[in-house]
């Protein structure tokens, strides 16, 4: 086999174990809330979040061309090659620190930093007008969107159901809290799957195996299964953080704050092709539904943990892009 060959081999199986620990990372992002509220067991969330990845992945592919044409421009060949190795292993590392501590941090943005991180050393050209536009921005627009749209949902149900009955109301919003665990399923699938998709279609490109920037069908079947794969290895730590340690959720909140989530993923990855952070915005959702009980209820020192992580990614995730890719590319040039 050629060089070339062998280095696209390496790249999608480094890209595949990105997605495995994206699905695991990432997996509270549609079932926190559920589970956390005993809308569902652990187990069938679970298999949910992964069913649901997996159908999500075929709307991705604005996310995925945004992803693999607007971040970066290599060069060709071998070089480019290792430039996408040393992204992806940057963003690994920040998903297993991030994932040890419990802190639900945004793979897609340690995806974007390892990726321009590592290739700052390189001949590669970083976009910067398209990582502010399509990345910045929405990383600081979608949990401001997310918060306000999660305290202002909630507090129409408070207002619809006011003279309900408490028991009966949280029976039937734990039941509807499946279809909205189910939504927030498929959008993270259309967000997550389609960033992974988007990179081998650049390795692909890189490598001289592909011109343009369709996704090929063996690219949604196999990075769609190892997501759900890694999704149903379980999040236990983050679920812990998203679902109790923010605030303790009731199912009308839950529900409220899955809805308004996977509503922002939809119209960022089917109207804009942005790839925003599921991470981001349904934590926000979290805090704008719970912060209608009272802004009290909000553990906002764990909130401030949790924001310090997202300001940290992309940095981090950089900085370890280009550790990896400095010495690597300095043998292969």
């Given at each position: 086999m050629s060089g070339e060959?062998?280095?696209?081999?390496?790249?999608?199986?480094?890209?595949?174990?990105?997605?495995?620990?994206?699905?695991?990372?990432?997996?509270?992002?549609a079932i926190a809330t559920s589970v956390s509220t005993r809308a569902l067991s652990i187990r069938a969330a679970l298999v949910l979040a992964a069913v649901g990845n997996l159908a999500g992945s075929f709307f991705g592919a604005k996310v995925a061309k945004t992803v693999g044409a607007g971040i970066v421009q290599l060069p060709t060949g071998v070089t480019g090659l290792t430039v996408v190795a040393c992204g992806l292993l940057g963003a690994i590392a920040w998903n297993l620190v991030t994932w040890h501590f419990g802190l639900p941090s945004s793979s897609s943005h340690a995806?974007?930093?390892?990726?321009?991180?590592?290739?700052?050393?390189?001949?590669?050209?970083v976009f910067w007008g398209g990582i502010v536009e399509d990345v910045i921005v929405p990383m600081l627009v979608s949990p401001l969107l997310g918060f306000a749209l999660g305290y202002a949902f909630m507090l129409a149900i408070l207002w619809i159901f006011r003279n309900g009955k408490p028991k009966r109301l949280n029976h039937g919003f734990r039941i509807a809290q499946t279809c909205s665990a189910a939504a927030m399923a498929v959008g993270h699938g259309m967000q997550d799957a389609a960033k992974s998709m988007g990179i081998v279609v650049l390795a692909l490109v890189a490598g001289g195996y592909q011109t343009g920037w369709h996704i090929p069908l063996w690219v949604?079947?196999?990075?769609?299964?190892?997501?759900?794969?890694?999704?149903?290895?379980?999040?236990?730590?983050?679920?812990?953080?998203?679902?109790r340690k923010v605030i303790d959720l009731r199912p009308p909140e839950g529900f409220a704050s899955e809805?308004?989530?996977?509503?922002?993923?939809?119209?960022?990855?089917?109207?804009f092709g942005a790839p925003i952070s599921t991470t981001h915005t349904?934590?926000?959702?979290?805090?704008g539904a719970g912060a209608t009980r009272r802004f009290s209820a909000v553990r906002w020192g764990t909130a401030g943990?949790?924001?310090g992580a997202w300001f940290l990614t992309f940095p981090a995730a950089g900085a370890v892009g280009a550790l990896f890719a400095w010495p690597l590319l300095a043998m292969t040039s």
């Open positions: 060959l062998i280095a696209v081999l390496v790249v999608i199986t480094v890209t595949l174990g990105f997605t495995f620990t994206n699905g695991f990372h990432d997996a509270a992002n995806l974007v930093g390892g990726l321009v991180g590592a290739a700052l050393p390189s001949a590669g050209l949604y079947f196999l990075v769609s299964a190892v997501l759900a794969a890694g999704t149903y290895s379980g999040g236990r730590r983050i679920i812990a953080t998203l679902g809805a308004t989530a996977s509503s922002v993923l939809y119209v960022a990855a089917l109207g349904i934590t926000a959702a979290i805090m943990n949790i924001l």
